[in-house]
C-alpha cells in the first residue's frame, strides 16, 4: 500500500469514528471526565490510611442522635464524637447545633471505640483551631455576637468558638451595670480584647462595640453641621477657660471663654451658669469638635432650633449655605 492510500484510509477511519461518537452523543456534547486511576490510587490510599491518637482530622456529618454524631472522614472508618466531646459550653444543644452536610474537626482520642468507629473529639479540635480565630479577631477587631452563660465574680461568662470567655462587669456597657444576673441569656456584640492561649485567657468586650458605634454616630451627624449656623443650647459644664454646650441631638460644643462675651472676663461663670440656655452660632467643626461663639451672634439672627434639620446645599470655602425658607420656618420668635 502506497502512502496515498494509507492516507485515505486514515481519513476514511476517522469519519467512520466521528459518526460512531455522533450516534452515541448526538448533541456532541462533552462528555463527563472519567476518574483516572491516579485518583482512585488516591482515594483508597486515603480510605486505607491508619489514624493515630492527636491525630486532627476533618469530616462531614452524616448523622445526629441524641448522644452522639456521626461523621464520614473519608477513611476506613467512620468517626463518632459523643455529646460530651462536642463543646465546653453548657448551653451547647446536638441537635440544634449541629446540622448534617457541615464539616467538622476533631481530633482523634481512640483509634476503635470497641464497634469500628473512630472516636474524636470536637473539643479537643476547638482547643486547637479556636486559639488562632480567636487571635485573627483580636487583631482584626471584629464585632462577634454572643450568649450570656452566666453571672460570676466581676462579670459575666460567655463562649466564643467554643472557648469560656469572660466580660468584666466594666466591660459590658457604656452605661454602669449594677445586675449583672439580668444579663444572662442576653445576645451582646463584643470584640476581643484579650487572647491568650497558653493562659486559655479570653477576655471580651461589649462596651468597646458600643462605644465604637456612638463615636461613629456622633461623627455621622457632626458631618451634617453647617458652620454660620445660629442655634440655642444648654450650658452642660463652665470650665475655667470656656463653657461646654449642648445643642441638641447628643451634641456638645465648646465656647470658649473669649467668646462668651465681647468684654473681658475672667470666669465663664461671671455671664452664665450651668443649666442656663444660651444662643450660640456655630463657627468650626474640626477633628470632630465643634466650636462655638456667643458673642458671634449678631441681633436678630435667624436661630435654627434643630441643627441637625438644617438642609445642606452648597460649601463655598468655609462658609455654607442653607435654604432661606427652611431657616425660617425654624426661628425662634
Not at 473529639?121 to 485573627?136: F, G, P, V
Not at 460570676?152 to 466594666?170: D, H, K, Q
Not at 457632626?222 to 443650647?233: D, E
Amino acid at each position: 500500500m502506497n502512502d496515498l492510500e494509507k492516507d485515505i484510509q486514515k481519513k476514511e477511519l476517522n469519519k467512520e469514528e466521528l459518526q460512531e461518537n455522533e450516534s452515541v452523543n448526538p448533541e456532541n456534547t462533552i462528555p463527563e471526565e472519567v476518574p483516572s486511576m491516579n485518583d482512585f490510587e488516591e482515594e483508597i490510599s486515603r480510605s486505607l490510611h491508619k489514624v493515630n491518637e492527636g491525630e486532627l482530622l476533618k469530616g462531614t456529618v452524616i448523622g445526629i442522635s441524641e448522644t452522639e454524631v456521626t461523621v464520614d472522614l473519608g477513611y476506613y472508618a467512620e468517626g463518632i464524637i459523643r455529646l460530651e466531646d462536642l463543646s465546653n459550653d453548657p448551653r451547647f444543644s446536638i441537635k440544634a447545633d449541629i446540622t448534617v452536610g457541615e464539616e467538622i474537626y476533631g481530633v482523634v482520642i481512640r483509634e476503635d471505640d470497641g464497634e469500628g468507629n473512630i472516636l474524636l473529639s470536637k473539643k479537643d479540635a476547638d482547643n486547637i483551631l479556636s486559639w488562632t480565630k480567636l487571635k485573627e479577631y483580636m487583631d482584626s477587631q471584629d464585632v462577634k455576637k454572643v450568649k450570656i452563660a452566666q453571672a460570676v465574680n466581676g462579670g459575666v461568662v460567655t463562649y466564643l468558638e467554643g472557648i469560656r470567655g469572660f466580660i468584666p462587669a466594666s466591660q459590658l456597657s457604656l452605661n454602669y451595670v449594677e445586675d449583672l444576673e439580668s444579663w444572662v441569656n442576653k445576645e451582646v456584640e463584643v470584640i476581643v480584647i484579650t487572647a491568650e492561649e497558653e493562659n486559655s485567657r479570653l477576655v471580651l468586650s461589649g462596651k468597646e462595640v458600643e462605644r465604637k458605634k456612638e463615636e461613629a454616630d456622633r461623627n455621622s451627624k457632626i458631618s451634617r453641621l453647617q458652620k454660620g449656623v445660629v442655634t440655642t443650647g444648654t450650658v452642660e459644664k463652665i470650665m475655667p477657660y470656656g463653657a461646654f454646650i449642648n445643642i441638641g441631638d447628643g451634641l456638645t460644643g465648646l465656647v470658649h471663654i473669649s467668646q462668651i462675651c465681647g468684654k473681658r472676663i475672667k470666669s465663664p461663670n461671671e455671664i452664665i451658669k450651668e443649666g442656663e440656655e444660651v444662643t450660640v452660632k456655630i463657627t468650626d467643626i474640626k477633628d470632630g469638635k465643634i466650636s462655638l461663639s456667643m458673642r458671634a451672634v449678631e441681633e436678630n439672627a435667624e436661630v435654627v432650633e434643630a441643627v441637625e434639620d438644617v438642609p445642606f446645599e452648597y460649601t463655598s470655602g468655609e462658609e455654607a449655605s442653607t435654604g432661606l425658607g427652611s431657616l425660617l420656618s425654624k426661628i425662634k420668635l
